[in-house]
């Protein structure tokens, strides 16, 4: 902000700070529309990170829509702009820099990088087909290895003789750090998901959702099993036998606190 000033670009940030807070808005407005309480809201010159509350009946669909809100603002203010422009009301150059920080905002928060709006919606599409646990951990991976591509893509230019771009590097540099940390945590971000699996039973049983069923032999260990859990699905878990008979069926919710409480034994 102090270099915007010194070098006269002070304009320039104020409107790239505002296209970014209507692109929050956009996140804000969706998620309060699916009755979604939005804890906090975080501005970053590459989109911000709106931390919405975990109250476990978030679905796929809901999470994509709440996404794709931000970018869908920045296509709105480039709408917005271009009517402006041809009927001669805001002239000039900054219009043409206004469009380009909206695409250009509106493009890079679409990469596949968590906590980016394509990161959340390449985790919601993952979460239909795969185990939850396996859908953390690969997108985790994934946004690591976007952010190291985005580091180079940032430096590669100044290391063939060119300029770097600073910018670029903070960013990429930040939002590794920050994935680098969230894999870290993936078995305490799965923890929170078993916690609030209670509130998804009670939306499952409202919504009459067909029960998926897990397989598991007597020695298989429990977190082993809850592995196996799905996002937006309610288990029972047979468990059979090395003679491939059916011991017993166990709902979810009965696995999750004898894991949550310890007594793996039950």
Known sequence: MLASVLT???????????????HELGHVAAARWFG????????????????????????????????LAGPFQNLVLIGITLLLHQ????????????????????????????????????????????????????????????????IIYAVGPWLMGGALQLNLLLIGSFLLY???TDYRNVHYRFLRFLMNRDKSFSQHLIQGSL???????????????????????????YVMNHEGQVMAVVPEQKIITSYLTGRSNH
């Open 8 to 22: 006269g670009r002070f304009l320039e940030l104020i409107a790239l700070f505002g296209i970014v807070f209507v």
């Open 36 to 67: 979604i309480s939005v804890l906090s809201v975080t501005m970053l010159p590459f989109g911000g990170n709106a931390v919405m509350e975990d109250t476990g009946n978030i679905t796929a669909g809901k999470e994509i829509v709440i996404a």
């Open 87 to 150: 009927n001669a009301v805001w002239e000039g150059a900054f219009p043409d820099y206004f469009i380009q920080c909206n695409m250009l905002i509106a493009l890079f928060n679409l990469l596949p990088i968590l906590p980016l709006d394509g990161g959340k919606i390449s985790q919601a599409l993952c979460s239909l087909s795969l185990p939850y646990h396996s859908t953390i951990l690969w997108c985790t991976r994934v946004s690591v290895l976007f952010s190291g591509l985005v």
């Open 178 to 180: 920050s994935n680098l």
């Open 211 to 237: 029960v998926q069923p897990i397989i598991a032999d007597t020695s298989k260990p429990l977190d082993r099993i809850l592995r196996l859990l799905r996002r937006e699905k309610y288990h029972f878990i």
